[in-house]
């Protein structure tokens, strides 16, 4: 073994001991007599001559890397050897990228059309070798009436097929309908043709951009068997025989960008067997047996023969045997190197694929694996004084959403354009992301507010302006779409402002990509529903309304897939509908809805005070059959509701389908599956489930999804937004969020709800909070929306700001309640004095603050919240240990009187007769554990009150507490129980 080590060490360093020695030969024969029993073994397997011919020389040069036993002979077993080793190659690859990526597997699709046998044979080898390596191989296999519009369809659903890395179109196409081959193999991505026969490949490799195309695998693979022979190729004359698209062409260009000299000829070449000898290295691909002799080949040449051809022979069994485009026997005489056939070129080709494939799999992973994203931001030119926000919006341009997607890691096909502002995300991109790491999760809150509005919206867009523009970090920020009702009331838009916005803001502020219009559509229909479902039953005998339910078609009857499941929850075991009793057919048709428990109304996203109430059925078409109805605001939908907490489409119809409008008169609750639509809620709300990916005026991306409002829901963004930009942003990177409302409505569902819904854990809170605020909480005039401030907030008053700090101390306590440092934005306004400003922020720090910064960002952008941000990344690393409010199996009550103690500071509560018989009502109906949710006034906390760490001596006028119940498992109920509470609890 050391001897044979030795000669190889010695062997491989003769090549550069003959560098400076005019004849290499003599100097080779000099060692091999200086070290004759070292380099034994060497000299028997290069049988060295003195060399008399080119043949010798080009053999010699070959043997010194090869060892005399590749290729040599041509046989089949020495062939197989490179490609073996290559195969090897890959699988510790595919295994490494495994272990780097948990889940991962790199994926190949093989497309067939027809079923030729030596397709057949070919693709089995493919797969073979795929599953060899730890590829995960699909066979598509189409029959041979496939047309071309069918083969397509399949070329683009592997091209949008994430877990697909690599696919190949086998050909020929084996169709009894025409298709254009050519059509179908450019219809493949570039990125994923491995077989690298679309024509932008083709044109790469032509223009020698080697690095950035795949190269067809048959002269991939000879490309590499020349190699294995060690002679260089640089400077070598190659001729290729053979100009097809799929080996002779390119063939001709790998050679030519390897820095030989390439002679392409044809089977119409003039003088071929002259212009075939002129080649060191010869290709032939010609698809003609033994065309090429083995007089016509250079002495010592290498030949590449990647022929498969059948001939007549008698003496095998059936009658034929294989031969190349050389006429092997002949030419191994004067060859120096000759692939047989077979087991030459066509294993090295298979090789070539699998390597492509797993290339391809490299750069997928590369691209698309959390890191710090290339991202183009964009340069502020900011004026003084601050123009409007409409102003600011117009003036700059953002960039195509489409490169934004592209910067962040989103792939094309996971992405829906609706023009260049905005766009869907798939859900697929989740799919894809499941296994890589979350970042760090922020949710902005804030203290009480006054009717203006403190500025969360703003802060939230100004972090991440801040932390992504200006610290370079990957960050998302995730907020509510805004419901026209408040955009075009008091309020305004929810864009942010100033110099910290989402921009364009009024494709934000109006219709965005229709969500709202969707949840609408899917609202109203329920509604409809329900009331057609009660005309009907006052107006149809049983057998009547059950043939409208299960209407014969054909003289068939069948129950749907909703009505079968109905029939189970009625303990009915029959899929039949012509076997059910009357009995059956009363129970199974007729719901028996008590008007008086609807709880489901219409909704509108405009503010029209007049349908607040409103009288249905008074069209002589309904019968007299009248009653009193509302239209709610459409962001009020217990639709949307469900939009935002829901985690895949699956669990959104699951969710939609247990949504309980009413009760029967025997006190059963009726759901929207009883109503048989939830299949149709579900198909309305398909593109609403995607979250919309917009940007800030920096060009930080933003997820606008969802927008339940606080004080009837839970206030938050949807989950699924959040989910998908915290694998985007990777371990290091920061999702910001914005809780609705003030922190005791918002943040306290943020974390009882969302958190405990989606499972996700928060690492910051920021709490935002003002100067104004707070002296409005101390004392200060009420403020009042389109009135001028009073002269108590223009001035400088530490006093008020002091007193009223009692808010923002409850809300920091509030905050950590939960376990999560948090973070006092001081939002400044021009207004604001200095001494007031840094008031706050010390108090804050002394109350329990994690740090507390002053904030200029609706001035600054990103700059002004660059003390913020840097706030934010100390906290996201300190130690914490988030907790929620209380144990889901507690009793409702226990529930309620926890968030009244805790987070408004109340004695105790006591339910009313009304609430505890609803509660007991819908503790009963439901099918798991409930979550409680306060939905109060958005300025419930403290308003008047000028100690909040004595919440219970609020005076003694009742405020109405409105709870929400959610299901874990689905079920909702928003509004219901009513609570009072005021001094001692009543």
Known sequence: MYMQTKAKIIMYAIPCCCRFTRNRHLTLTGLIRSFPGILSPVTESLNIKQPDTHREMLRRDAEKTLEGSRCRSGSPSAALRPQRQIRERLKNEVTQMK??????????????????????????????????????????????TATESEVLKYVTSLNEDLTVHGFIVQ???????????????????????????????????????????????????CLELIKETGVQIAGRHAVVVGRSKIVGAPMHDLLLWNHATVTTCHSKTANLSEEVNKGDILVVATGQPEMVKGEWIKPGAIVIDCGINYIPDDTKPNGRKVVGDVAYNEAKERAGFITPVPGGVGPMTVAMLM????????????????????????????????????????????????????????????????????????????????????????????????????????????????????????????????????????????????????????????????????????????????DARMFHELTQTDKALFNRLVPS?????????????????????????????????????????????????????????????ITIGQAPTE??????????????????????????LEDMRE?????????????????????????????????????????????????????????????????????IALKLVGPEGFVVTEAGFGADIG??????????????????????????????????????????????YIVENLELVEKGFSNLKKQIENARMFGVPVVVAVNAFKTDTEAELDLVSRLAKEHGAFDAVKCTHWAEGGMGALALAQAVQRAAQAPSSFQLLYDLKLPVEDKIRIIAQKIYGADDIELLPEAQHKAEVYTKQVDGWLVCSFNSLQRSLGVRAPELSQLSQVPTTSLPWMVALFLLNTEFELGGLVLYLSRGGI
Not at 111 to 136: F, H, M, P
Not at 177 to 183: G, K, M, Q, S, V
Not at 560 to 589: C, H, M, V, W, Y
């Open 553 to 613: 078609v054909n003289g068939v009857r069948k129950f749907s897939d909703i009505q079968i499941r109905r029939l189970q929850r009625l303990g009915i075991e029959k899929t039949d509908p012509t076997t059910l009793t009357d009995d059956e057919i009363n129970r199974f048709a007729r719901l028996d809805i008590d008007p008086e428990t609807i709880t489901w109304q219409r909704v509108l996203d405009t503010n029209d005070r007049f349908l607040r109430k």
């Open 171 to 221: 050909l020929p196409l084996d169709s009894e309908n025409p298709i254009n081959t050519e059509a179908v193999i450019n219809a493949i991505v570039p990125e994923k043709d491995v077989d690298g026969l679309t024509s932008i490949s083709a044109g790469k490799l032509a223009r020698g951009d080697l690095k950035d195309c795949f190269i067809p695998c048959t002269p991939k693979g």
């Open 655 to 723: 969710r939609l389908s247990k949504m309980v409008v009413a009760s029967s008169k025997k006190g059963e609750p009726i759901s929207t599956e009883d109503l048989g639509v939830s299949g149709a809620l579900t198909v309305l709300m398909k593109d609403a489930i995607k979250p919309n990916l917009m940007q800030t005026l920096e060009g930080t991306p933003v997820f606008v999804h969802a927008g339940p409002f606080a004080n009837i829901a839970h206030g938050n963004s949807s989950i699924i937004a959040d989910r």
């Open 747 to 792: 943040m306290e569902k943020f974390f009882n709800i969302k958190c405990r819904y989606s499972g996700l854990r928060p690492h910051v809170v920021v709490l935002v909070a003002t100067v104004r605020a707070l002296k409005m909480h101390g004392g200060g005039p009420m403020v009042t929306a389109g009135l001028p401030l009073p002269e108590a």
């Open 355 to 530: 390597q492509s494939t797993v290339e391809s799999a490299k750069r997928f992973l590369e691209k698309f694996k959390p890191g710090k994203w290339m991202i183009q931001y964009n340069n502020l030119n900011l004026k003084t004084p601050v123009p409007s926000d409409i102003d600011i919006s117009r003036s700059c341009k953002p960039k195509p959403i489409g490169s934004l997607a592209r910067e962040i890691g989103l792939l094309s096909e996971e992405v829906e354009l609706y023009g260049d502002t905005k766009a869907k995300v798939l859900l697929s991109a989740l799919e894809r992301l499941k296994h890589q790491p979350d970042g760090k999760y922020v949710v902005v809150t804030g203290i009480t507010p006054t009717p203006l509005g403190e500025g969360k919206s703003t802060t939230t867009i100004g972090l991440v302006q801040a932390l992504g523009a200006h610290l370079h970090q990957n960050v998302f920020a995730c907020v509510r779409q805004p419901s026209q009702g408040p955009t075009f009331g008091i309020k305004g838009g929810a864009a942010g402002g100033g110099y910290s916005q989402v921009i364009p803001m009024e494709e934000f502020n109006l219709h965005l990509t229709g969500d709202i219009h969707a949840i609408t559509a899917a609202n109203n229909l329920v509604a409809a529903a329900i």
């Open 99 to 144: 272990e780097q990526v948990p889940g991962f597997i790199p994926g190949l699709a093989i497309l067939q059309v027809g079923d030729r046998d030596d397709s057949n044979l070919y693709i089995n080898v493919k797969l073979k070798a795929a599953e060899e390596i730890g590829i995960r191989a699909t066979h598509i296999k189409l029959p041979k």
């Open 623 to 648: 019968k007299g059959h009248t009653r009193t109805a509302q239209f709610d605001i459409s962001v009020a939908s217990e639709i949307m509701a469900v939009l935002a907490l829901t985690s895949s």
